[in-house]
């Protein structure tokens, strides 16, 4: 399989000339150039999906895709810097982004005057000072049909924005995806300034991958499978037969079953629209069948509007955003659409997308570029001085998996309208993969982990060289990195026993002030239990001003979770104790936790807490219900 770079620019995004011959740099091209072009019309177009389609298809029709990842993100989750203002709101917590300007979508947010909740399929709102909630909405009944799941919201000023995917039963004569439930995503704009009321209401065909609020703009990303009906097969019919019969069905499908369809309602007026051909694209040589599509919102106008949709002939289920710019990847030869059952496995290749989101409005294409291995997730990828760094692993080719696995780090330079790598450091881990990474400016740290964690710290200040300056070996890993101030790094992960065996969480303080020489100066081990936060960091919570750490926990109790709270001076890591939510099922653990003020909040399904950091005692409990 040929690694391919997908050029891409502009919305027109026109065929042009390729860059020149790159000069002996150490940069490294592709041996096949792709771009990414605009269909000439409707009819190009659906000739283009339905040859692609009938190359992807199977005897079982086409093939299901990786399921998205949760929304997912981390860095910061501090207090506002410097000094506030008289009626400035109190010092408060942030969502764990990634990166600070690009705000990710969770289950609660604060701006330190309110906060802002989704608990089973309500909306709430509560104020932090009076320990009072202040507002309630059902989501359910404001969206309408469907069975809503993984929830989430961005907050801007007095409005908020609720993303959720959705599960529905298309009316009569409606057909279905052609994989799986069907799915739409739904956005719901809300208004907080007094009772909260739905301003707007959008929804589109596609599952929803992920979102940043950038600015005023919230950016959507969704991902769409195209409607086709498959005829149902003889019982005694061969694979071949099969596929023959679905290959059939894509040759009479109209374009319209690829293109996915929206609808929104603002002030009471119902809007639908399908996604016109010229705003639709493809790689040239691409095989896939479902569509990439990215969705705006300016949260400012009051209004949804029609998302100013613009899409992608391409899968991806990893999104990435700066201040500047949106980045989605999609790994390829791990999903279940690139195997074929009897076949090779096929080398993994992660192609990675760029946007420009300098103007508000509809986002630029502007590159693309693929890199061997598979990512974990967007920590795997960070934008520095013009670069972008990508952490993958590579397992081994082919059915049996024979040799070992290992991994690399890339780094990509936007040259014209392609990501050309300009460095790599590889060899990292062998026979292990990626656990967690984590790039703090022009330095990095890779944790690999089979029956030892080495945690590598990488020197990135030149691109073209980067290199590995130091490795600690340890028992156990760390499944996410959170940096606890100036060369530190707090681990978040599982303790294990020399041959690789899990035995319970493992909070780790690292010091990393000098690269060549990172060491673990504390730890925290609680057998049999595990922290969420290992794979989704919004679910940590660390504040500066008093070194707080706190992270959900299960394992001990008989019914959901517990708020581990932690401290640490930067050579410690103490217990402070647990907090512990009323109730008897799952719904009682506790799944998230914010600072407003000297307050720490504490959010499960059947209410939020608020509690005394210092001493664990409980000061006002608001019900769900």
């Known amino acids: 399989m040929k690694r391919g770079i997908v050029a891409l620019t502009g919305l027109a995004l026109v065929a042009g000339c390729t860059a020149g011959t790159p000069k002996?740099?150490?940069?490294?091209?592709?041996?096949?150039?792709?771009?990414?072009?605009?269909?000439?019309?409707?009819?190009?177009?659906l000739t283009d999906l339905r040859a692609a389609a009938r190359k992807a298809v199977?005897?079982?029709?086409?093939?299901?895709?990786?399921?998205?990842?949760?929304?997912v993100g981390a860095e910061g989750g501090g207090a506002r810097s410097g000094a506030a203002p008289a009626d400035a709101p109190p010092q408060h917590s942030a969502t764990n982004n990634h990166e600070a300007a690009a705000d990710e979508p969770?289950?609660?947010?604060?701006?330190?005057?309110?906060?802002?909740?989704?608990?089973?399929?309500?909306?709430?709102?509560?104020?932090?000072?009076?320990?009072?909630?202040?507002?309630q909405l059902e989501l359910s009944r404001a969206a309408g049909a469907g069975h809503w799941?993984?929830?989430?919201?961005?907050?801007?000023g007095d409005r908020a924005i609720v993303l959720a995917a959705a599960a529905y039963d298309p009316p009569a004569g409606i057909v279905r995806p052609s994989v799986g439930l069907p799915t739409d995503t739904r956005a719901l704009l809300i208004d907080l300034s007094g009772t909260p009321r739905v301003l707007g209401s959008y929804r589109i065909d596609g599952e929803l991958v992920d979102a940043r609020k950038i600015g005023d703009t919230a950016r959507v990303v969704v991902r769409s499978r195209p409607r086709i009906s498959f005829p149902r097969p003889a019982e005694d019919a061969t694979d071949a037969e099969r596929t023959t019969a679905n290959q059939a069905a894509i040759d009479r499908a109209p374009v319209e079953d690829w293109l996915p369809r929206y609808e929104w309602t603002d002030g009471g007026e119902r809007r639908t629209g399908q996604l016109p051909c010229n705003r639709l694209s493809r790689p040239t040589g691409h095989t896939g069948s479902g569509l990439l599509s990215l969705l705006s919102f300016d949260l400012g106008t009051g209004k949804l509007g029609d998302g100013e949709p613009t899409s992608v002939v391409a899968e991806g289920d990893t999104v990435y955003g700066t201040g500047a710019n949106l980045y989605v990847a999609d790994t390829l030869g791990t999903r279940s659409a690139t195997l074929r059952m009897g076949g090779p496995r096929p080398p993994a290749e992660t192609v990675v997308h760029r946007f420009d989101l300098a103007s508000p409005g509809q986002p630029r294409y502007t590159a693309s570029g693929s890199v061997p291995g598979h990512l974990l997730n967007q920590y795997a990828l960070s934008e520095w001085k013009g670069h972008l760094r990508v952490a993958t692993t590579t397992e081994p080719e082919g059915r049996s998996r024979a040799g070992e696995?290992?991994?690399?780090?890339?780094?990509?330079?936007?040259?014209?309208?392609?990501?050309?790598?300009?460095?790599?450091?590889?060899?990292?881990?062998?026979?292990?993969?990626?656990?967690?990474?984590?790039?703090?400016?022009?330095?990095?740290?890779v944790v690999t982990f089979r029956e030892t964690d080495p945690l590598y710290t990488l020197d990135l200040r030149d691109p073209t060289a980067p290199k590995v300056t130091g490795e600690l070996k340890i028992t156990g890993y760390s499944g996410h990195l959170q940096p606890v101030g100036e060369g530190r790094l707090l681990g978040v992960g599982q303790e294990a026993n020399e041959r690789g065996v899990r035995q319970g969480l493992l909070v780790s303080l690292f010091d990393v002030a000098d690269p060549a020489k990172p060491t673990r100066i504390a730890h925290y081990h609680r057998p049999g239990t595990y922290s969420p936060a290992e794979h989704d960091p919004h679910a940590l919570l660390y504040w500066p001003a008093s070194g707080l750490v706190v992270l959900p926990v299960s394992g001990h109790r008989p019914v959901g979770q517990e708020a581990l709270v932690l401290r640490t001076d930067g050579s410690r890591l103490t217990e402070v104790g647990r907090v512990a939510h009323p109730?008897?099922?799952?719904?009682?653990?506790?799944?998230?936790?914010?600072?407003?003020?000297?307050?720490?909040?504490?959010?499960?399904?059947?209410?939020?807490?608020?509690?005394?950091?210092?001493?664990?005692a409980g000061r006002s409990w608001i019900p769900a219900t």
């Open 24 to 45: 002996p740099d150490r940069t490294e091209r592709s041996t096949v150039t792709l771009r990414l072009v605009a269909f000439d019309s409707c009819a190009d177009a």
């Open 106 to 135: 969770d289950v609660i947010k604060t701006d330190g005057t309110r906060i802002v909740s989704i608990v089973g399929s309500k909306l709430l709102v509560v104020d932090p000072a009076r320990r009072v909630r202040t507002g």
């Open 405 to 445: 696995s290992s991994s690399a780090v890339y780094v990509l330079r936007t040259d014209g309208d392609e990501l050309r790598r300009v460095g790599m450091v590889d060899g990292l881990g062998r026979g292990e993969r990626i656990y967690s990474v984590r790039y703090l400016g022009d330095t990095g740290y």
């Open 583 to 616: 109730g008897d099922d799952h719904r009682a653990g506790v799944i998230r936790s914010l600072i407003v003020g000297d307050t720490l909040w504490t959010l499960s399904d059947v209410g939020l807490q608020a509690t005394d950091p210092t001493n664990l």
């Open 58 to 71: 199977g005897p079982w029709g086409l093939p299901r895709p990786q399921e998205a990842p949760d929304l």
């Open 149 to 156: 799941w993984l929830s989430k919201l961005l907050l801007h």
